[in-house]
């Protein structure tokens, strides 16, 4: 079993629909947990970033953790074509849990298309 | 905020040669910096991991001859390729994390392609 799985899509909704996105992971020691966005072509773009479990909002996004699941989600509200990239879940254990230097580990991402 | 630059953002070089990628943090010091490789439609590979002033760690499978990488400054990383072969050739991005406990942020990306 990977440490981080996300469904790799394609997912293609409609704009202004609602995108829900989501990984599991299956390391317990995972406290940080962040959500980046890819253009084609392009570095990472951080998006979301929670520590431990709960939700975040930020304009039209959500992330929420749910440690005891080991399930995390970013949901996007009034999704428009611009936000139509690679979306690629991230979580770290922290010094704290052992984890060196907050390495990241990654989901293999899930691409979106918002079509106009 | 936490704007981190690589340099070059391309570059074409001849198989045997050697390249040299630079990644800047701008406007915070960079305690660790990150070096990762990304093929098409796939996720980051992790490569090394780098702390100021102190030798990297690199990734089961990374040959440290091949991917030198210096950490000179706080605010500067750099990646050298040394002898590249077509194989090298891929997406190479850094990232960057400071002294809080938030996360990294990252460059553009440098595209590297050897002939």
């Known amino acids: 079993q990977k440490e981080v799985e996300q469904d790799p899509g394609p997912l293609s909704v409609p704009e202004g629909a609602i995108v829900s996105l989501n990984c599991t992971y299956s390391n317990s020691a995972f406290q940080y947990f962040m959500w980046y966005r890819q253009y084609s072509r392009k570095g990472p773009e951080l998006l979301m970033y929670t520590y431990s479990s709960g939700n975040k909002e930020d304009g039209r996004f959500t992330a929420q953790v749910d440690k005891s699941s080991k399930y995390i989600s970013l949901f996007i509200r009034d999704s428009q074509p611009s936000d139509s990239a690679t979306y690629l879940c991230a979580m770290s254990a922290g010094v704290r849990s052992g984890g060196s230097n907050y390495k990241l580990t990654f989901g293999k991402g899930t691409l979106l298309t918002v079509n106009p | 905020g936490a704007v981190v630059s690589q340099h070059p953002s391309w570059v074409i070089c001849k198989s045997g040669t050697s390249v040299k990628i630079e990644c800047r943090s701008l406007d915070f010091q960079a305690t660790t910096m990150f070096w990762y490789r990304q093929f098409p439609k796939q996720s980051l590979m992790l490569m090394a991991t780098s702390n100021e002033g102190s030798k990297a760690t690199y990734e089961q499978g990374v040959e440290k001859d091949k991917f030198l990488i210096n950490h000179a400054s706080l605010t500067l990383s750099t990646l050298t390729v040394t002898s590249a072969h077509p194989e090298d050739s891929s997406f190479y991005i850094c990232?960057?994390?400071?002294?809080?406990?938030?996360?990294?942020?990252f460059g553009p990306g440098t595209r590297l392609l050897v002939l």
């Open positions: 990232s960057a994390r400071g002294w809080g406990p938030e996360t990294q942020y």
